[in-house]
């Protein structure tokens, strides 16, 4: 049985598309990822095959409509009836919805977040041309997954459709890498992620002038990058704020554990972010570091059912629960983190994956 795995990205450093190859391909399954070329074509190695389809746009709409017409013609030559196609959010779905109709062959849609509900589009023309996509084909989806508890929710509730399966981001269960007994001076509080709007960086700068003793390490690359630097320069954080850049997940992996807290304080500029769970959080737990994050749904269970942090409702809350989570320490949280990591992890979610694989297979084949 092949499974034809379709993403808009480069595929470099997309984690969950990743574990979704890897364990489908662990349990039998003939794996082909397609990706492209948009932010650069750096240099990789899988287990499963994989291509990359060449896109000549340089701006990011017109490349959207290439890659579509690009991908129907892709997956039209490379699927057969023995195949299970598997859609990776919102822009990957239309090529592959006309395929299988076309083809009668099973489609499994994953939407890694509320696509229409981003603040990258909320307010833009784009945004209802998105709506209109997502409105026509997702009350048509026989299967589905999602990233998030409160996004399967959103799907149901807004369309009709029989709840997602939820197949949480969380990377693999890690044995704990702390050494308790070394101690950061200064301490280290890390964001890793995007550097997107809505990120809550622009508050959490401004908020290291009262944070004394602590730098803030800034590792990943975007948009609001050389914006967020010049903030940091006009308050004279140059020596608190570190911007580390884009890191592979190998380098990112041995660089959490030395944090002594990770941040995820994402603004409520939609129901996207409002309703993820963003993958640094389950990384941070992962590495045994207490969190401090935004007080929205998915994000308060870590601290009200694992107790790994703290959580803020007001960005004013910032410096003050910041420095009572490195008041007490890592070792403080250890059991609580221990707990939370054999819980947020691939090797569970891994499992639901096969089940929604398995239930497509018992019945359209």
């Given at each position: 049985?092949?499974?034809?795995?379709?993403?808009?990205?480069?595929?470099?450093?997309?984690?969950?598309?990743?574990?979704?190859?890897?364990?489908?391909?662990?349990?039998?399954?003939?794996?082909?990822?397609?990706?492209?070329?948009?932010?650069?074509?750096?240099?990789?190695?899988?287990?499963?095959?994989?291509?990359?389809?060449?896109?000549?746009?340089?701006?990011?709409?017109?490349?959207?409509?290439?890659?579509?017409?690009?991908?129907?013609?892709?997956?039209?030559?490379?699927?057969?009836?023995?195949?299970?196609?598997?859609?990776?959010?919102?822009?990957?779905?239309?090529?592959?919805?006309?395929?299988?109709?076309?083809?009668?062959?099973?489609?499994?849609?994953?939407?890694?977040?509320?696509?229409?509900?981003?603040?990258?589009?909320?307010?833009?023309?784009?945004?209802?041309i998105w709506r209109k996509l997502e409105s026509c084909i997702g009350p048509k989806m026989k299967y589905m997954m999602t990233a998030s508890e409160s996004y399967a929710d959103w799907f149901h509730n807004r369309y009709g459709i029989q709840r997602p399966f939820v197949v949480q981001n969380f990377p693999k269960h890690t044995?704990?890498?702390?050494?308790?007994?070394?101690?950061?001076?200064?301490?280290?509080?890390?964001?890793?992620?995007?550097?997107?709007?809505?990120?809550?960086?622009?508050?959490?700068?401004?908020?290291?002038?009262?944070?004394?003793?602590?730098?803030?390490?800034?590792?990943?690359?975007?948009?609001?990058?050389?914006?967020?630097?010049?903030?940091?320069?006009?308050?004279?954080?140059?020596?608190?704020?570190?911007?580390?850049?884009?890191?592979?997940?190998?380098?990112?992996?041995?660089?959490?554990?030395?944090?002594?807290?990770?941040?995820?304080?994402?603004?409520?500029?939609?129901?996207?972010?409002?309703?993820s769970m963003p993958n640094k959080i389950s990384d941070y737990i992962q590495a045994r570091v207490p969190v401090v994050v935004s007080d929205f749904p998915e994000m308060q269970k870590v601290i009200d059912q694992y107790h790994a942090g703290e959580k803020i409702s007001d960005y004013s809350e910032l410096p003050e629960k910041?420095?009572?989570?490195?008041?007490?320490?890592?070792?403080?949280?250890?059991?609580?983190?221990?707990?939370?990591?054999?819980?947020?992890?691939?090797?569970?979610?891994?499992?639901?994956?096969?089940?929604?694989?398995?239930?497509?297979?018992?019945?359209?084949?």
């Amino acid at each position: 049985m092949k499974v034809l795995v379709s993403v808009f990205n480069n595929l470099a450093t997309d984690q969950r598309v990743e574990k979704v190859c890897r364990s489908l391909l662990e349990n039998g399954y003939e794996v082909e990822l397609i990706g492209n070329n948009w932010t650069g074509l750096p240099e990789m190695s899988r287990e499963y095959s994989f291509s990359r389809i060449l896109l000549k746009s340089k701006i990011l709409k017109f490349a959207y409509l290439e890659f579509q017409f690009k991908l129907y013609q892709n997956l039209l030559r490379t699927t057969d009836r023995n195949t299970i196609l598997l859609a990776n959010d919102l822009d990957t779905l239309l090529p592959n919805y006309l395929i299988s109709k076309k083809l009668g062959i099973p489609l499994v849609f994953d939407s890694h977040e509320i696509f229409t509900e981003m603040p990258s589009i909320n307010g833009r023309f784009t945004q209802k041309i998105w709506r209109k996509l997502e409105s026509c084909i997702g009350p048509k989806m026989k299967y589905m997954m999602t990233a998030s508890e409160s996004y399967a929710d959103w799907f149901h509730n807004r369309y009709g459709i029989q709840r997602p399966f939820v197949v949480q981001n969380f990377p693999k269960h890690t044995p704990n890498p702390q050494n308790y007994l070394e101690d950061n001076k200064p301490k280290i509080i890390l964001y890793q992620g995007v550097i997107n709007p809505s990120r809550g960086l622009d508050k959490m700068i401004p908020a290291m002038k009262n944070i004394l003793g602590a730098e803030l390490w800034i590792a990943g690359d975007g948009p609001k990058k050389v914006e967020y630097q010049n903030l940091s320069k006009s308050l004279h954080l140059e020596n608190q704020v570190k911007f580390l850049g884009k890191l592979s997940p190998k380098k990112l992996r041995e660089l959490t554990p030395k944090a002594d807290i990770g941040i995820s304080i994402e603004e409520n500029n939609g129901l996207s972010y409002y309703y993820s769970m963003p993958n640094k959080i389950s990384d941070y737990i992962q590495a045994r570091v207490p969190v401090v994050v935004s007080d929205f749904p998915e994000m308060q269970k870590v601290i009200d059912q694992y107790h790994a942090g703290e959580k803020i409702s007001d960005y004013s809350e910032l410096p003050e629960k910041i420095l009572s989570v490195l008041e007490k320490g890592k070792g403080f949280y250890e059991s609580n983190l221990n707990h939370a990591a054999q819980e947020l992890c691939w090797e569970k979610e891994e499992q639901k994956l096969l089940t929604l694989f398995k239930t497509v297979k018992l019945a359209e084949f």
